[in-house]
């Protein structure tokens, strides 16, 4: 069974800061998501990384994907408050779609 | 603007009505959709995948007479919770795709069972 685990699962942090947010999964795959929830919402497309070495930026936002150690890194820079939130990452191989175990994001004023 | 809808937002019934979520693609043909259930604090299991024309997978565990999917058209799938109990009460979440593309998500459905 497919199993995909992000580091930390809580994270509280000031403003300012910078934090790297780890999705780890157990099989090979190509094509890896991140999303955003806020409470009580769906999910908000963050980033789609389709190739080793992918990696993609978004305001304060970075992915990126190293499939050969079966890893994608969420780096925030100079964290806001605005970025509180649960983000998920999310491995598809083609016959799998399996969401991480999320991570919830507070960042202190 | 959205591009996958899903109704209703909130459903609050007694325990044993039967249910029904929605969920439609806006402005494309949605060849596989997805059902998702979220518990409080955790990540989103998926429920079943949903082809047009043929009968959805569901992943283990899940109960196919609990949660009846019917995909009748290629903007259209429909998740049926019968006789609810307040076991059943989570937030779901539905999500079309269209052959490779990305998953497009659903505002999801608050259900409570009392």
């Known amino acids: 069974e497919l199993k995909v685990e992000q580091n930390p699962l809580f994270l509280s942090m000031q403003e300012g800061k910078n934090y790297t947010i780890y999705c780890n999964y157990s099989t090979t795959s190509d094509r890896l998501y991140w999303y955003r929830q806020d409470p009580g919402k769906s999910l908000e497309s963050l980033f789609v990384l389709l190739s080793n070495g992918a990696v993609k930026q978004e305001g304060r936002l970075m992915a990126s994907l190293d499939t050969k150690a079966r890893l994608s890194t969420l780096h925030i820079t100079a964290a806001v408050h605005d970025l509180s939130a649960t983000y998920f990452c999310?491995?598809?191989?083609?016959?799998?779609?399996?969401f991480g175990t999320g991570t919830s994001l507070t960042v202190i004023p | 603007g959205a591009v996958v809808s899903q109704h209703p937002s909130r459903v609050i019934c007694k325990s044993g009505t039967s249910v029904k979520i929605e969920c439609r693609s806006l402005?494309?043909?949605?060849?596989?959709m997805f059902w998702y259930r979220q518990f409080p604090k955790k990540s989103l299991m998926l429920m079943a995948t949903s082809n047009e024309g043929s009968k959805a997978t569901y992943e283990q565990g899940v109960e196919k007479d609990k949660f009846l999917i019917n995909h009748a058209s290629l903007t259209l799938s429909t998740l049926t919770v019968t006789s609810a109990h307040p076991e059943d009460s989570s937030f779901y979440i539905c999500?079309?795709?269209?052959?490779?593309?990305?998953?497009?998500f659903g505002d999801g459905t608050r259900l409570s069972i009392l």
């Open positions: 999500s079309a795709t269209q052959g490779w593309q990305p998953q497009h």
């Open positions: 999310a491995v598809d191989t083609g016959n799998q779609f399996y």
């Open positions: 402005d494309f043909q949605a060849t596989t």
